[in-house]
């Protein structure tokens, strides 16, 4: 009888430590990653390489500042919001130029997927209620 509680301790234990392992979906990828993960996905060839690392650079420091500027401010934040998704628009506006047609569909897919994402990860009910302060 002992046996049979002991194996049911450990497995309900290892269980319980394989569901708390952080996965691919907890971790961010890098600007690299992803600059990749998109040249793969889109098959780029290396003049479009060029032209989506200068847009992303270009990009990059504001996205950095309005990033710090939404952690520090919270009477703003809806502003803020709002440049980064005007920035990240014209981003995508000025990749979506750079696509071939097929290329372009593809880039649009992506962004939809990345919102569904985004619109599932930020659902009250996923995450046991709306518990942000100040709410």
């Known amino acids: 009888m002992k046996r049979i509680q002991l194996l049911l301790v450990f497995l309900v234990a290892s269980i319980g430590i394989s569901l708390a392992q952080p996965g691919e979906r907890g971790q961010r990828m890098s600007p690299e990653e992803r600059e990749n993960k998109m040249v793969e996905a889109l098959a780029l060839d290396e003049a479009q390489q ?62 939809k997927q990345r919102e569904d994402r985004m619109k599932k990860g930020r659902m009250p009910h996923k995450r046991g209620g709306d518990k942000r302060p100040g709410k």
């Open 50 to 111: 060029a032209k989506l690392k200068a847009i992303n650079e270009n990009y990059r420091e504001s996205f950095r500042e309005l990033r710090k500027e939404m952690q520090a401010a919270a009477d703003n934040r809806e502003e803020l919001r709002e440049k980064m998704k005007t920035n990240m628009d014209k981003r995508n506006q000025e990749i979506r130029a750079l696509l071939t047609p097929e290329q372009a569909k593809k880039f649009d897919e992506m962004q």
